[in-house]
């Protein structure tokens, strides 16, 4: 049972939506979803290994970081296990 | 704390040096991340599927029964990712509603949507729709009649939803173009009218 | 290798709660719903994260819940995308 299965979960509160809506808050969060895209289609890891990344962050984690910083957090993780990268970034574990 | 933005100044810099050694090390290319980034960036135009659907019986009867096939007639493909999916076209009348989630991360078609609102990727969204569809879509300013069934479809593999919304009323006379231009994202998701 | 379940069967998601990664929601594992269609053949995703060498490939079936028996309450169904070895077929009287 993992963190993000959180269909039917109690909790989260009311929702938060606006006007407009744009995919990204940020400029960065664009950089990491196209650095990821990026990266799948390269074979460098699975899509199914990516979102297994994103599960296995310890709980806590999962519910304190935003919906990018996961995503960037389980990039940096996979890199590191596969001996890709040596900069200084949040990873799991 | 899924909507926070605390550590926005030092994470844009850790995504810059990230890239720039993967960039130094060949495993991503400067011109491949900017292409995704312009594709990215380019409004999706889904509604143009809806808006020839409205006005096409023969292409709304491909569409429902094929929609991985009908959105090739239109220029769109779910072939495009990394891997193939099939899409489905959910129709709403006036006795049926759909909304579509993903509850266990955020499967969405953005062949045809672009990226995903935050909210559709919100905790509240993923964990409530399926329990307490019409409280959520209420929260929508969307009021079902009580005589409306909702079908709630969680999209957790590989098939992607696209809600064929009802016509508005007093439309008929608008030619294609016009009417795409009131098909809202939120109402191809199922999170709103038109 | 023929589809397990046809459209209108009743299958039961009788997946465990092992570790590891899987596409079953919790909400409807030990539940009992209806196949509405099957939607291609896909790879196992859990075959995928354990670095199987030929990792299964499976008819994925859209199945129906009804919220009822879900949650206890609500008159909406939900529908989940489901691999065939997520299912077995449900026991009469479910």
């Known amino acids: 049972m993992r963190v993000n299965d959180v269909g039917g979960m109690e909790g989260f509160g009311a929702l938060s939506v606006s006007e407009s809506d744009p995919p990204f808050h940020a400029d960065w969060e664009a950089h990491v979803h196209a650095l990821v895209s990026a990266l799948v289609r390269r074979g460098v890891f699975a899509l199914d290994e990516f979102r297994d990344t994103i599960e296995r962050m310890p709980p806590t984690d999962y519910l304190e970081t935003s919906y990018y910083e996961r995503w960037f957090r389980a990039t940096t993780t996979l890199l590191r296990e596969r001996g890709l990268l040596s900069a200084d970034a949040p990873a799991d574990g | ?194 | 290798m023929d589809d397990r379940f046809r459209t209108g069967e009743r299958v039961l998601v009788s997946l465990p709660d092992s570790p590891g990664h899987h596409r079953a929601p919790r909400y409807v594992r030990g539940h009992v719903g209806t196949v509405l269609a099957v939607h291609g053949r896909h790879v196992l995703p859990d075959d995928v994260v354990a670095r199987m060498a030929e990792p299964h490939v499976e008819p994925v079936y859209a199945v129906a819940f009804a919220a009822g028996a879900l949650w206890g309450a609500g008159d909406h169904t939900v529908t989940v995308n489901l691999w065939e070895s997520y299912l077995e077929p449900a026991e009469e009287g479910r």
């Open chain 2, 1 to 194: 704390m899924s909507e926070g933005h605390h550590h926005d100044g030092s994470i844009a810099q850790q995504v810059r040096e990230v890239e720039a050694e993967l960039e130094a090390s060949g495993i991503v290319s400067a011109a491949e991340l900017e292409a995704i980034l312009d594709a990215m960036r380019t409004p999706a135009d889904g509604a143009r599927v809806v808006a020839h659907a409205w006005v096409d019986a023969a292409f709304r009867e491909r569409l429902l029964g094929d929609a991985t096939a009908a959105i090739e007639e239109l220029g769109y493909s779910m072939h495009g990712g990394v891997r193939p999916q099939m899409l489905v076209a959910l129709e709403n009348t006036e006795a049926v509603h759909n909304v579509v989630v993903c509850t266990l991360c955020s499967c969405y078609p953005i062949a045809l949507l672009g990226p995903s609102p935050p909210w559709y990727k919100s905790e509240a969204y993923r964990s409530r729709v399926v329990r307490e569809p019409r409280a959520v879509l209420s929260e929508f300013g969307l009021e079902l009649a009580e005589t409306v069934e909702v079908r709630v479809w969680d999209a957790s593999a590989e098939t992607r939803y696209l809600v064929l919304p009802l016509r508005p009323r007093g439309t008929d006379e608008l030619a294609e173009e016009h009417l795409a231009a009131l098909i809202t994202r939120n109402g191809m998701i199922g999170t709103a009218s038109l």
